[in-house]
């Protein structure tokens, strides 16, 4: 005799992924953080293709560290840490990155922004602006200083670090809504 909360297999699922066996949550994330990729892949060529063409006092905009600061304070520390440090490794391997420490500061930075921004700031647009230009900013001095150190540059183009992430911190509020928006809803679970 069946009884009403007796055990009912799962429909067949039809298409490629039904194949995979993900559940719909999984289904939603590895779409997710497939569209934040492409977002920085996106944010790199037009980084490297259209805006190193337009230089203001010989500054141009850093999108990649900034979007993968935005994705990072966005998805929290847990999973958006570990998507900065893949995603700083392979903007090192792009080739627009300035050295090896990039992958450490923009690693670090993006920690050390997330978990502020959970411990002591509401979410919000306000704040995530805030962590990012502080982010943004560190990372132009700590790679200006390190750039100083071994000679790759003079300490007269420090003005030129600092319009950088002037210009990058311009360029974050338009980068946030459409992060935002692949994100979905609230991402934390505070």
């Given amino acids: 005799m069946a009884k009403k909360n007796d055990f009912k297999p799962d ?4 298409g490629f992924w039904g194949k995979l066996l993900l559940t719909r949550q999984q289904r939603r994330n590895v779409l997710k953080w497939t569209l934040y990729s492409i977002v920085l892949l996106f944010l790199s060529v037009v980084q490297d293709v259209v805006l190193s063409q337009m230089q203001i006092l010989d500054a141009t905009t850093e999108l990649v560290p ?17 998507f ?10 792009s080739g627009s990155a300035a050295g ?14 997330a978990a502020f921004r959970q ?18 900013f560190v990372y132009e001095v700590l790679t200006f200083c390190i750039c100083a150190f071994l000679g790759l540059t ?3 183009r420090i003005g030129t670090a600092c319009m950088t992430a002037l210009l990058t ?4 509020p338009v980068i946030y809504p459409l992060l935002k928006a692949i994100g979905g809803g609230d991402a934390w679970k505070e």
């Avoid at 429909?11 to 039809?14: A, G, V």
């Avoid at 993968?68 to 570990?82: A, K």
């Avoid at 900065?84 to 391997?93: C, D, G, H, P, R």
């Avoid at 700031?121 to 982010?135: H, R, Y």
């Fill in 84 to 93: 900065a440090l893949v995603s700083s490794v392979l903007y090192l391997f």
């Fill in 154 to 156: 003079t300490m007269n």
């Fill in 169 to 172: 911190m311009i360029a974050a």
């Fill in 66 to 82: 900034c979007g993968i600061f935005l994705i990072c304070l966005l998805e929290g520390t847990e999973s958006g840490c570990i």
């Fill in 11 to 14: 429909k067949p699922y039809s």
């Fill in 119 to 136: 411990s002591y700031l509401q979410k919000g647009f306000a704040a995530a602006m805030l962590c990012t230009g502080v982010a943004v």
């Fill in 100 to 113: 090896v420490y990039s992958i450490v500061f923009i690693t670090a930075l993006a920690v050390f922004a």
